[in-house]
């Protein structure tokens, strides 16, 4: 049959002559494995009927364990690009990637191929993407604690892991700004669900970390993140508040927590001004931090940040986890790629990054919060070649 033939009978739904096509070619099937083992049956759903699930029609024949089958019995009834994704009877039980993310509908040319193979690691258990057991454990270290170097107070707060009162281990440790939007459920703009993410991690034997939550100043949180030179917003106080960080917060977390203290096991991060600062404390106290998590950093404000305060005294290395979104605006994705390149360029320290670009991902906290887990992945779990 040719391609316009095709076409039309997709766009009317009629059914397409059979002439010309052999038995079995106008079936398209999918076949599904995951490691989840489940006597919830499974369903697909997607454009094809509306995505409505736990349609009886559209459950899949279970063929092994963890194998099912689903097949349609003529591909000219379907829209010619298939979306669709899988659950286990409604969307609270849906198909999760490997992070515990909703995974982007799954695509499929229905003229091209015959059969999909599809793999789904995880699912959604009554609404919920983590494992309550693995959940860890939230401190406030204070509500006011002391910062002397810019004479106030801020919460402080800890997630630990979710053993860690039963164990001896010491862990390293990552400090993230805003604390506000990391884990609370009621923060105005979302939250990194940072807890929940980390649970899922320690499901996958990834638990091991400190994550130290500094709180923004709120109204004064620009002025605080913003490096002290001249900028596109003035001169900031974030040299007074990097200094806060390295040398009157660590050293507290380290004689308070079983931390592993030296660089190698210290990272910083954060997002939008969060990631300005976090890069501005990297480059100042490069003897302090060896992993830097940056997502969709305000670079514009200092778009030379790489070339004042590159200060390395010795070589050291470093690795750093860049994220940007392509629409969080049409410099975002260009300015992460330069300031790569003019890291890399500068040549007094052996930098590893790796560069996660989203075209779609925009400026929030949900977004973020699918990056996390990726980046504490690579930051701290990964080996990495020397």
């Known amino acids: 049959m040719g391609s316009n033939a095709q076409e039309k009978h997709i766009m009317t739904g009629e ?38 699930t736990g349609e009886e029609a559209f459950r899949m024949e279970k063929t092994g364990p963890g194998e099912y089958r689903f097949q349609f019995p003529n591909k000219y009834l ?36 015959e059969q999909y193979h599809d793999f789904v690691p995880r699912w959604m258990e009554e609404g919920r993407s983590y494992p309550l057991e693995f959940l860890p454990i939230p401190q406030v270290i204070s509500e006011h604690f002391e910062i002397p170097q810019l004479i106030k107070t801020r ?18 440790v990552l400090y993230l700004q805003d604390g506000q939007n990391l884990f609370d459920d009621y923060a105005p703009f979302g939250n990194w669900a940072v807890d929940k993410k980390l649970a899922v991690m320690a499901e996958r034997g990834m638990g ?5 939550a500094i709180d923004h100043a709120k109204e004064e949180r620009i002025a605080e993140f913003t490096p002290s030179y001249r900028t596109k917003l003035g ?15 660590k050293p507290y977390i380290d004689k308070t ?3 592993l203290p030296e660089r190698q096991n210290t990272g910083i991060g954060g997002s939008s001004m969060g990631a300005l600062i976090s890069i501005y404390a990297g480059l100042i106290y490069p003897e302090v931090y060896n992993k830097l998590m940056i997502f969709s950093p305000s670079l514009w404000v200092a ?39 003019a890291f890399e360029e ?27 887990p990726k980046a504490m992945e690579w930051l701290f779990f990964q080996k990495k070649e020397a």
């Open 15 to 52: 059914m397409p002559s059979s002439q010309g096509i052999e038995k079995g070619q106008e079936s398209l099937s999918l076949h599904l494995t995951t490691p989840t083992e489940s006597s919830l049956p499974v369903f697909v759903a997607g454009n094809f009927n509306g995505w409505r």
């Open 78 to 113: 379907l829209p010619r690009q298939l979306e669709y994704k899988y659950h286990r009877g409604d969307w609270d039980w849906a198909e999760l990637d490997e992070y515990g993310n909703p995974p982007p509908n799954r695509k499929a040319d229905v003229l091209k191929q």
């Open 346 to 372: 500068e040549g007094k320290a052996h930098i590893r990054f790796n560069l996660s670009t989203d075209p779609w991902g925009k400026h929030n906290e949900a977004r973020w919060g699918e990056e996390f």
């Open 208 to 212: 091991d970390i400190i994550i130290i």
């Open 303 to 341: 778009p030379h940040i790489h070339f004042h305060f590159l200060n390395f005294q010795e070589p050291q290395d470093m690795d750093i986890y860049l994220y940007g979104g392509g629409e969080e605006g049409a410099n975002m994705i260009p300015n992460i790629r330069r300031f790569k390149q």
């Open 155 to 172: 919460r402080i707060s800890a997630l630990l892991p979710y053993n860690y009162y039963q164990t001896d281990k010491r862990y390293p």
């Open 235 to 249: 001169t900031g106080e974030g040299k007074k508040y990097v200094r806060f960080l390295a040398d009157t917060l």
């Open 257 to 259: 927590f079983r931390t």
